[in-house]
């Protein structure tokens, strides 16, 4: 699905990400955990160009998306991405931010659109929400619209950065379980969460993310059981 290939990325003279290869097939779920500051969001950012590598490749279903040449705003309709913090339009509908990309891009007839989303309001239960405005719905609701606007756009791959750090404890569970069934259902999804529980139960590989590199992968049963480098040990003893 993705190939990341020697990605580095500098700010200024600060080199967050140092040498990155990786690739992640169809129908995996990458947990990316790790101290703050070790360059998990500069990581996510990198494979949907959100930020530019600073040399490296990053292929996208076969497509090197680092190309000059390519149409990068084409390729991320292909790859939804969810952040902390929900950007809906706040002046629209939540039909409105759900079927308003879908209809601009011309991918679907208003009618379509609006059945398609109706169809994904109901499988995060927020069907009666399709009139509101975003200031009406709480953070964990909001959140699960983030979730189904990206996927109104019918993504091969979702990009999660920690979706639910600003949420109220209570909405943490309805959030994780939209993404837990967008999971089984064989979404290929790269994650970075500090919901241990989640990167267990869903990660099909756990990457551990220090000072810009990844320093160990495996598991979650190899990296929560039997974490072998000392500063995964020592992070894990924090979080866990
Ligand atoms: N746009 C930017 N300009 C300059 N420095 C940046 C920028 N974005 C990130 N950095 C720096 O890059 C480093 C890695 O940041 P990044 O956001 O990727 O870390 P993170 O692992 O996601 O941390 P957190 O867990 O706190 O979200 C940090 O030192 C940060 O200050
Ligand atoms: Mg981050």
């Known amino acids: 699905m993705i190939y990341v290939k020697n990605l580095c990325k500098s700010f200024g003279s600060h080199q967050?990400?140092?040498?990155?290869?990786?690739?992640?097939a169809p129908g995996e779920k990458v947990v990316i955990i790790g101290p703050s500051g070790s360059g998990k969001s500069t990581f996510?950012?990198?494979?949907n160009l959100l930020e530019r590598p600073t040399s490296g490749q990053v292929i996208f279903d076969g497509v090197d998306i680092t190309d000059p040449k390519t149409d990068i705003n084409k390729i991320r309709?292909?790859?939804?991405?969810?952040f902390q913090?929900?950007?809906?339009?706040?002046?629209k509908t939540i039909m409105e931010n759900i079927t308003l990309a879908p209809t601009r891009l011309k991918l679907m007839k208003p009618d379509e659109a609006k059945e398609e989303a109706?169809?994904?309001?109901?499988?995060?239960?927020?069907?009666?929400?399709?009139?509101?405005?975003?200031?009406?719905?709480?953070?964990?609701?909001?959140?699960?619209?983030?979730i189904?606007?990206?996927?109104?756009?019918?993504?091969?791959?979702?990009?999660?950065d920690e979706p639910t750090s600003a949420l109220d404890p209570e909405m943490v569970g309805e959030v994780l379980e939209v993404m837990?069934?967008?999971?089984?259902e064989g979404m290929t999804m790269a994650v970075v969460t500090h919901e241990m529980g989640f990167a267990r139960e869903v990660g099909t590989r756990v990457m551990f993310m220090d000072d810009g590199i990844i320093l160990e992968q495996g598991t979650p049963e190899e990296i929560f059981?039997?974490?072998?480098?000392?500063?995964?040990?020592?992070?894990?003893?924090?979080?866990?």
């Open 16 to 24: 967050v990400l140092k040498n990155i290869n990786e690739h992640i």
């Open 44 to 47: 996510l950012r990198c494979m």
């Open 77 to 82: 309709q292909h790859m939804g991405m969810v």
């Open 85 to 91: 913090h929900f950007n809906l339009f706040p002046h």
């Open 118 to 146: 109706l169809r994904l309001l109901r499988l995060v239960n927020l069907e009666e929400k399709a009139d509101a405005y975003p200031g009406q719905l709480s953070g964990g609701q909001k959140q699960r619209i983030a």
């Open 148 to 160: 189904v606007r990206s996927l109104a756009l019918k993504p091969k791959m979702m990009l999660f």
């Open 180 to 184: 837990k069934n967008l999971a089984d």
């Open 225 to 240: 059981g039997n974490p072998k480098e000392a500063r995964t040990q020592e992070f894990l003893s924090k979080v866990l």
